[in-house]
C-alpha cells in the first residue's frame, strides 16, 4: 500500500475513532433521559442514528475495512428491510418494538466496532512509534574520542 492511501486511511481511523469514544462520553448526561418522555427521547435517537449512519459508513469505505461494512448490512440493513413488511403502523407496541430493534442493533454494531477500530489505532500508533525509533540516531552512532 503506498504512503497516501496508507496516511488517508490512518486518518480515517483516527477520526472514527475519536466519533466513537466522543458519543460514550456523552452519554454520561443521557442518563437523564430517563425522566424525559419516551416518544421523542427514542425519536431523538433515530435521528442521531440516521444522521452518524453516511459517517461512519464513509470512514469505512475510506479505510478500505470492507468486511466491516458487509458486517453492517447484514446486522443493520437486512434486518430493518426484512422487518418493515411485517410491522403493522396501527399496532403502537409492535411499531415501537421495530423502530427501536434496528436501532439496537445498530449501536450493538457500534459498540463492537468501537473496540476493533480502538485495537487497530493503537497498533498503528505503536508502529509508528517504533518506525521513529528506528530513525532515531542511537547513542552509539556519535563521534568516538
Known amino acids: 500500500m503506498n504512503n497516501i492511501n496508507f496516511s488517508r486511511a490512518?486518518?480515517?481511523?483516527?477520526?472514527?475513532?475519536?466519533?466513537l469514544n466522543y458519543g460514550s462520553k456523552a452519554?454520561?448526561?443521557?442518563?437523564?433521559?430517563?425522566?424525559?418522555?419516551?416518544?421523542p427521547v427514542t425519536m431523538l435517537i433515530v435521528v442521531l442514528t440516521l444522521l452518524?449512519?453516511?459517517?461512519?459508513l464513509?470512514?469505512?469505505h475510506q479505510m478500505g475495512w470492507y468486511g466491516w461494512l458487509?458486517?453492517?448490512?447484514?446486522i443493520v440493513l437486512i434486518p430493518l428491510v426484512a422487518i418493515r413488511p411485517l410491522v403493522d403502523p396501527q399496532?403502537?407496541?409492535?411499531?415501537?418494538?421495530?423502530?427501536?430493534?434496528?436501532?439496537v442493533t445498530f449501536y450493538l454494531y457500534i459498540w463492537i466496532l468501537k473496540y476493533a477500530l480502538g485495537n487497530h489505532v493503537d497498533e498503528v500508533n505503536?508502529?509508528?512509534?517504533m518506525a521513529a525509533m528506528d530513525q532515531s540516531p542511537s547513542p552509539s552512532s556519535g563521534l568516538r574520542t
Do not use: D, N, S
Not at 452518524?52 to 461512519?56: G, K, V
Open 10 to 19: 490512518e486518518k480515517a481511523a483516527t477520526r472514527l475513532h475519536y466519533r
Open 27 to 39: 452519554a454520561v448526561p443521557g442518563v437523564g433521559a430517563f425522566w424525559l418522555p419516551i416518544g
Open 52 to 56: 452518524f449512519t453516511p459517517f461512519l
Open 58 to 60: 464513509w470512514r469505512l
Open 70 to 74: 458487509a458486517t453492517f448490512i447484514v
Open 91 to 103: 399496532a403502537m407496541l409492535w411499531w415501537y418494538t421495530f423502530t427501536v430493534g434496528p436501532v
Open 126 to 129: 505503536a508502529l509508528r512509534a
